[in-house]
């Protein structure tokens, strides 16, 4: 159990040195910002629609970290010293996806509140998009760790990992929208329900693909 | 105590032996029946009451649906057979699908938007099922791009199988959610394939299915035994080099 | 965690072939090592040093035979395995936490090495030889019984070759295994040393 925990921290650590923590976060706000040069600053535009900005720009900030998550521990053999040590990968990925959760997940969620400040959000929708978040990034930070796995050492590995990545993410993001639209219906159970069972099942991906990657 | 042992690799030339002349076979009749199926249902089907001759388009955008959908799941079989028996000509056959698996996905998109174009005026609405597909036509162009990216580190990449089954996972649930969304955001517009089909074309729409599948499989085949092709000379390269 | 009392190191490879990509690069591999053994893995670059140590590592699958090993294992290869923003001293605990290792091992092992000097200084600061030093300091720290070390003499000074010297025999004498790969032999007395030659080619 120390030996996981000592893991979980390498992820955040290093997430924190190397910039990987503020870089997603950024990128998040700057999509927001973007948005409204398009549409104009009209309140009542921006109040409809930001909420879907918010959710693309957040599923866009998921394929930054993919580059640094596990090419560079392959390299440096971080990943062998694992495996040696009896570690199974998907124990590995779980670790992973939990150092994201705290490096990348909880972060953006902050930003998040800025985000819809700066997008002019009612802030009678700001609660259900935080819950909406909250229930998607934990299953987005799994997706990224398996896209890592996948794309890593492959050359075109970011443009590669945004192809594989889009298609699996729009039921979070239908969902996700959902839940802001005039009649959300069970649109937060359904996004509750799919997160849940990526996140669950994004170990064992993750894993399978570590396995798969090494050659 | 650890162990490991490891079985011996598989030889691929009993499958060769039984494609080279299965192949034509698949491929004359597939042709045949394709064509028969199409000329039957274009010329000796009653002309529909509300879409017109339009709808005779069925006889190739359902078989290519099917395709499309099928693919993947022949993608997602063969990978799981790489991955758990290590059967080396699991992963060819996967990769071989991939390419006629996203071809009839853009053949289902085409005639879907033809089909379309008279009834909803556009050529492209944002239909359920039309939605679903395009979203499986990119998914089909990831796998691609990623064995193909992969393949430069070995002959049959597992990476790319991994991503196969994480496909098959997910394409029910894109399917549903697309729907679900189709429903929130319906103005009571005509779905394709919505009215019921005429006894009259169940029959060449099956046939033309039976058509197409056997093309499919002479195309699998086809791709599967060029790609053993190209195995066997990289390897004789690759000692070439080595020695 | 520590396997010292329980049943003694060993390493059999019996009969192993590996085929890598479209390669034969090992071929009818047989050694055994014994509880106390230091063995020479020698040969020409790409005759399968480094693969036969990732083998018996359990870091690559053998396509045919069998390999057991008693005893856990500790590599140092070409992959550091260190944070390269992290001091010397943080990144071997990371791996002492990893292996239940105490803050004592880990400092024993900089000493061993003579790496005190350099324990508050950043990993990405070191030199190849240092490097080297750091890597064999973390195999130190582990406790392993077997060890498995790459070209470990590649890059450090004649002082250093001693101390490594020292090591592999002190490790040797309490019942470790140490395999050395180095295409160049190692100035201790070897038990034996292993030949691995090329695999014909008729794959």
Known sequence: ?215 | MRRRVMHRFANPARFLRIAKPLTPWLLWLGIALTLGACLWGVFFTPTERLMGDTVKIIFVHVPAAWLGMGGWTGIAIASIVQLVWRHPLAGVSARAIAVPGATFAAICLITGSIWGRPTWGTWWVWDGRLTSMLVLFFLYLGYIALSNASSEKGDTSRVAAVFGIIGAVNIPIINRSVIWWESQHQKASITLGGSSIDQAYLVPLFVSVAGFSLLFGALVLMRMRTALAEMRIEARMRRMADY | MSSRQAPLPSISVDNVAVIRGNRLVLRGLTVTARSGDIIWVRGANGCGKSTLLRLIAGLLHATAGSIQTEGRIALADENLALDANLTVAKALMFWADMDGASADARSAALADMDLQGLAQVPVRFLSTGQRKRASIARVLTSKADIWLLDEPYNGLDSASCARLDQAITAHAATGGIVLVAAHQPPSINVAHSLILDRPEADA
């Open chain 1, 1 to 215: 159990m120390k030996a996981f925990a000592a893991l979980v921290a390498r992820e955040v650590r290093v997430a924190w040195t190397g910039g990987g923590l503020w870089l997603p976060v950024i990128f998040y706000l700057a999509v927001a910002t973007l948005f409204p040069f398009v549409t104009g600053p009209d309140k009542a535009l921006l109040a409809r629609t930001g909420g879907g900005i918010l959710w693309i720009a957040a599923l866009l900030a998921t394929l930054l970290p993919i580059e640094r998550l596990i090419l560079p521990d392959r390299q440096a053999g971080i990943l062998d010293q694992l495996a040696m040590r009896g570690w199974s990968d998907e124990l590995v990925a779980t670790a992973k996806i939990i150092g994201q959760i705290f490096a990348f997940a909880l972060p953006l969620l902050l930003a998040t509140v800025v985000g819809s400040a700066l997008i002019g959000l009612p802030e009678a929708q700001l609660g259900t998009l935080l819950l909406g978040l909250a229930l998607a990034l934990p299953a987005l930070s799994g997706l990224s760790v398996t896209i890592a796995a996948l794309t890593a050492g492959l050359s075109g590995a970011s443009a590669l990992g945004g192809l594989l990545l889009v298609p699996i993410t729009i039921p979070l993001l239908i969902f996700g929208a959902g839940t802001l639209s005039e009649n959300p219906g069970n649109a937060m159970q359904l996004l509750a329900a799919t997160a849940l069972a990526i996140t669950a099942l994004s170990p064992f991906a993750a894993g399978a693909a570590l396995r798969a990657g090494r050659t």
